[in-house]
């Protein structure tokens, strides 16, 4: 067999294995998908609804009106946390200016 030949045939074996690769993570994605949309969020507590309102209000120095409240996964307060400290640094003009 020609080693052209030879690099193909491994080629075909490498894309094969590739795709079934591909079909099997498709698979365990969609099953994720479908376990995790049946999920519902608990309910929020009119107590804590009470508490929010309060925070906002003291927040304010005004009372506000609570439209939504809902639970943001720990990357949001990540991401909240880098917007922040991005903002605080300098820009423009010369460093140690």
């Not at 519902?40 to 609804?49: A, G, I, R, T, Y």
Request: net charge positive.
């Amino acid at each position: 067999m020609p080693p052209e030949s030879n690099d193909l045939a491994r080629l075909a074996e490498a894309v094969e294995a590739l795709r079934r690769e591909v079909a099997r993570l498709s698979d365990r994605v969609a099953a994720i998908e479908s376990a995790s949309s049946g999920a519902s969020p608990d309910p929020v507590s009119q107590e804590l609804v009470y508490v929010i309102s309060a925070a906002v209000a003291a927040f304010l120095g005004k009372r506000a009106h609570v439209r939504q409240i809902r639970l943001l996964g720990s990357a949001a307060w990540a991401q909240q946390g880098r917007v922040t400290v991005q903002a605080s640094h300098r820009l423009g003009g010369p460093h140690g200016a």
